[in-house]
């Protein structure tokens, strides 16, 4: 097969590809920077002050978008206290709060990294053959979707389950539908396994106790979906937690569909070929009922057709 172009060659035939080649160094120290706040020793220290730690949680208008399907009243987020400032055991930060702000602020930065990341690959840059460092950097950068030295295993770890579930949807589905086949052994497949290995035991902690006896604070902070806020009421944490849960669940079980072409863009083949094959199927067996009639007399094809 012919080897995918270059990124010079991309850069002239896409002038976004061009623009991407020259933005994604400072895309992948940002991802990095925001992955970090939410690594183990960072993540505690913040979560330890009543104010910062709102910093980590999601906005109100996030909560509302998860919960609202499904959610009674008396689980729906609502709007805190008029004050200037965000007192402790608030709850979800309230609108146009400094640590609403902050939140907003960080959850806008990680969707904007996340689409930038959809759009290397989309735009096939991800597998240009001198674009390989950069794009290890990128998925490695992504919460730990690839290993590197500075992004080890406990940067995937410590997603909350609505960044993983993002970078399920934006940057591995992305990555099944566009990856070369020549490619899948060292662009897709490291990524699918590590990804896939993690997401077991993260679903299964997940959906068992929270008081797994193996490890504990592993399992607690995957049975409440990465949501360790002790200031919100006990309704809307567990509420919270669930839709994170299944939306997780939905998201890994997507990409399975896609890789398995059951879903999505590679589905369409599929689907025409299976159509296909039945149609002949029925005109094969239409053509030999036709054939057996015209074998048989004609007072005996007459009284089968009646």
């Known amino acids: 097969p012919e080897p995918p172009p270059g990124l010079a060659d991309l850069a002239a035939r896409d002038p976004s590809a061009a623009v991407l080649v020259r ?4 895309v992948v120290n940002l991802a990095r920077s ?18 910062a730690r709102l910093v980590l949680a999601p906005s109100l208008d996030e909560l509302r978008a998860k919960l609202e399907p499904n959610a009674s009243a008396a689980n729906r987020p609502e709007e805190a206290s008029p004050a200037d400032d965000e ?9 146009g709060s400094r640590a609403a702000l902050w939140a907003v602020t960080l959850n806008e930065l990680r969707s904007t990294v996340y689409q930038l990341a959809r759009l290397w690959i989309e735009r096939r840059c991800a597998f240009a053959p001198d674009a390989a460092p950069l794009t290890l950097a990128l ?7 690839a ?18 579930a993002s970078l399920l949807k934006h940057v591995l589905e992305p990555l099944c539908l566009r990856c070369p086949p020549s490619l899948h052994e060292t662009h897709l497949l490291p990524v699918a396994r590590r990804v896939a290995t993690h997401l077991e035991r993260r679903l299964e902690l ?9 490890r504990p604070d592993e399992a607690a902070y995957y049975a409440a979906s990465g949501l360790c806020m002790p200031d919100w009421d006990p309704a809307t944490l567990a509420a919270a937690a669930d839709a994170s849960r299944r939306e997780l669940a939905r998201a890994y079980l997507d990409v399975l569909q896609v890789a398995a ?11 025409l070929v299976l159509k296909t094959l039945d149609r002949l199927r029925d005109e094969a067996a239409a053509a030999a009922d036709a054939s057996s009639l015209a074998l048989l007399p004609p007072a005996a094809a007459t009284s089968l057709i009646l």
Do not use: M, Y
């Open 87 to 95: 007192p402790p055991n608030l709850g979800p930060p309230r609108r």
């Open 147 to 164: 290993h590197d030295q500075e992004n080890p295993d406990a940067v995937l770890a410590s997603l909350e389950h609505r960044h993983l």
């Open 206 to 214: 997940s959906f068992a106790a929270a008081d797994d006896a193996r």
């Open 34 to 51: 925001l992955h970090a706040l939410w690594a183990p020793p960072i993540r505690d220290a913040l979560r330890a002050d009543p104010a």
């Open 23 to 26: 933005a994604l160094p400072p």
């Open 139 to 145: 998925l490695a950068s992504c919460g730990g979707l």
């Open 261 to 271: 072409a059951t879903r999505g863009e590679l589905a369409a083949p599929v689907a």
